[in-house]
């Protein structure tokens, strides 16, 4: 969600759409390339956390110009719940009086449609999760009050949702999925989201490097998870499969862009996996290319994706994808990738194995590189216009 907020807003300043664009508050810097090469001796460290703290812009200290478009943005850091339920909606309902037009850029923050005043108001819907988690509630809520003041927050979300006056999706799989749930569909628009350039460049010493610094054996099939480690991302299963593929070949499993919980560690552990697994939880931009260049395939087989970016990164990055296919991730591979239907490990070691066959594994990456081309920001910021401009 960070990368679509940074992304978009972007390519609508930088555009010549006929209206300015300001953020509300500033976007987290967590796709951004990291600042300055990273410090490696000791003594390097101070003026590296320095940095950091530099980068780092706290944005109630921000000067906001008047601006027509408004689009606020996820926020960081230990002040996040005072920030997002109080001073953020604070800010907006003041430069709401001197905007034409609102986009929330993240349907968590719809609770910001309640201080647009009389502005016409855009949200950006991502997927449907906090329905899904209100349907289908977890154990959790008996292990005491932060379960109750979640679901509370996801309430007030879900009714101030329904009062936007346009909404914005990524794939037609969700825009039925959120029709349904409001009962109609006519000011709902698909927008695809678009895919970096800077997946798209040939690096021949990428796969080198990420190798030797995750210390992988240049012949050891390698695994990629991208993303966060929650339960629908079906990280068990990426495990299990990597257990299965050890029984007959050097494989190994590399995460990016989440921590594993204490179930998934405990996993590893009992499969006796610890040595072949290697994570990297805090990944900026450089990071992430890097590491779609280090592995053989990206297996992503999530429950429940409301558009699947690493999907059109994977392809971007000439590396072949095998996913379950559920939610909109059939939609956007588009018979670019290997679906495995059901939760079975056995059934992805199969599909794994197809990509022993370079004919197959040659297509699939071409097909996946012609199909991330379809995707460009460009094409995203001017989609998006065209919803704003009937509500000026």
């Not at 719940?81 to 923050?109: C, G, I, N």
């Not at 914005?168 to 006519?186: F, M, P, Q, R, S």
């Not at 297996?299 to 590396?319: C, D, I, K, N, T």
């Amino acid at each position: 969600m960070d990368k679509y907020a940074h992304r978009l807003h972007d390519w609508l300043e930088s555009s010549d759409l006929g209206f300015q664009v300001r953020l509300a508050a500033h976007i987290g810097a967590l796709t951004r390339d990291s600042i300055g090469r990273r410090a490696s001796a000791a003594g390097d460290k101070r003026k590296e956390r320095t940095d950091r703290r530099k980068a780092f812009v706290r944005w109630w200290t921000q000067p906001v110009d008047p601006s027509r478009v408004i689009l606020p943005g996820p926020l960081h850091g230990p002040q996040q719940w005072a920030a997002r339920y109080y001073f953020y909606p604070w800010r907006v309902k003041r430069e709401a009086k001197r905007a034409d037009l609102v986009h929330v850029l993240d349907h968590s923050y719809a609770h910001m449609i309640e201080k647009a005043g009389r502005c016409p108001v855009v949200v950006t819907v991502h997927d449907l999760m906090p329905v899904v988690v209100l349907r289908n509630p977890t154990e959790n809520w008996r292990e005491g009050w932060r379960e109750g003041v979640r679901t509370r927050f996801l309430r007030q979300a879900l009714k101030a949702l329904r009062q936007a006056d346009s909404y914005i999706v990524g794939t037609e799989w969700l825009k039925h999925e959120l029709a349904t749930w409001l009962g109609n569909d006519k000011n709902i628009f698909v927008v695809p989201f678009g895919v970096d350039r800077s997946f798209f460049g040939e690096s021949t010493v990428a796969r080198e490097r990420g190798r030797r610094d995750w210390r992988i054996p240049e012949d050891a099939f390698t695994i990629l998870h991208v993303g966060s480690t929650v339960d629908r991302k079906n990280v068990p299963l990426v495990i299990h499969t990597l257990a299965r593929l050890r029984q007959h070949t050097d494989a190994y499993l590399l995460q990016v862009g989440g921590r594993f919980t204490v179930e998934q560690e405990q996993l590893i552990e009992r499969l006796d996996l610890r040595s072949a697994v290697r994570s990297a939880a805090s990944a900026d931009e450089t990071v992430l290319r890097r590491a779609y260049r280090t592995a053989d395939v990206l297996l992503f087989p999530s429950l429940y994706e409301g558009f699947g970016f690493p999907v059109l990164e994977a392809f971007a990055s000439g590396l072949p994808v095998v996913t379950s296919g559920a939610g909109a991730l059939k939609e956007v591979a588009a018979g670019a990738a290997v679906v495995v239907e059901g939760r079975d490990p056995a059934d992805y070691v199969h599909a794994l194995e197809r990509l022993d066959d370079s004919d197959e594994r040659d297509e699939l990456i071409e097909k996946g590189w012609a199909r991330a081309r379809q995707f460009t920001w460009q094409k995203t910021a001017q989609l998006t216009a065209e919803v704003y401009k009937p509500l000026f």
